[in-house]
């Protein structure tokens, strides 16, 4: 909540308590976007400002919180070429408390179990750590050819994923761990047995999870993928 105050959200007093009330019981999906609210990862992307060149229409899928479209926003994209969509609200209602901004952006987003864009209505699809949480093939083969679909020809699938900085598949330690890990070759695979062509695969190593002891062989694949003109 400190990185969002530093945005300038003002929360009243008790807001805290109020929230870890509401959240404890809930429950949060995906925890590890606690540890990263207000660390949007787009704009550090490598494609980022390339995709501010001619400010095509923007899908983010799988959006969570809503981090991302809100950092596009403050760096200008127009907001009405921005569109946002999840299969549940629950990431996307935790981002509303906690930027305390519903009001105002709620019309971004869509939440559907069905995919609700038609063909080539998007010139860039933004994917932000969904690749690593869909842990059936037959989901992510859905996802990515959602993906391909809804892209222009020549429009750009960009984002990043949990993957394994190894060649090998290094069992978990029984501790909760990103589902799905990829080598980067398997990455490579899904991207281009979409169809998608040429692709770039950037591995990062330092990640936050890296001070968990059994993360180590953990990195972040960044990918930026082309549907072909
Ligand atoms: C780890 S969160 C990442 C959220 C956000 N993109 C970010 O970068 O912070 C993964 C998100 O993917 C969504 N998701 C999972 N499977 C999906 C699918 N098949 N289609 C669309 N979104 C999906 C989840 O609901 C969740 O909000």
Redesign the pocket.
């Given at each position: 909540m400190k990185r969002i105050e530093d945005y300038g959200i003002v929360f009243p007093e008790g807001y805290y308590q109020t929230l870890l009330d509401k959240y404890t019981n809930e429950g949060v999906?995906?925890p590890?976007?606690l540890m990263?609210i207000g660390q949007?990862?787009?704009n550090s992307h490598f494609f980022y400002s390339r995709g501010f060149e001619g400010c095509g229409r923007l899908l983010?899928?799988?959006?969570?919180?809503g981090?991302?479209i809100r950092q596009l926003i403050r760096d200008g994209f127009p907001r009405e070429r921005i569109a946002a969509?999840?299969?549940?609200w629950?990431?996307?209602n935790l981002g509303f408390d906690l930027y305390r901004d519903q009001k105002e952006i709620c019309d971004l987003f869509t939440v559907s179990e069905t995919?609700p864009f038609g063909p080539a209505e998007f010139d860039m699809v933004?994917?932000?750590?969904?690749f690593?949480?869909?842990t059936d093939d037959e989901?992510l083969g859905?996802?990515l050819a959602n993906a391909w679909s809804v892209l222009k020809p020549g429009g750009i699938l960009f984002g990043?994923t949990a993957g394994l900085a190894g060649e090998e598949v290094v069992k978990s330690h029984g501790e909760w761990r990103p589902p799905r890990v990829m080598t980067r070759d398997q990455l490579s695979g899904y991207l281009t047995g979409t169809g998608f062509n040429p692709i770039k695969i950037v591995e990062h190593r330092r990640h936050a999870y890296h001070h968990i002891p059994h993360y180590a062989d953990i990195c972040v694949h960044e990918f930026c993928a082309k549907k072909p003109a």
């Open positions: 999906r995906y590890h976007i990263n949007p990862r787009i983010d899928y799988g959006c969570g919180t981090e991302n969509f999840d299969i549940n629950a990431s996307i995919f933004f994917s932000g750590s969904v690593h949480v869909i989901i859905n996802y990043s």
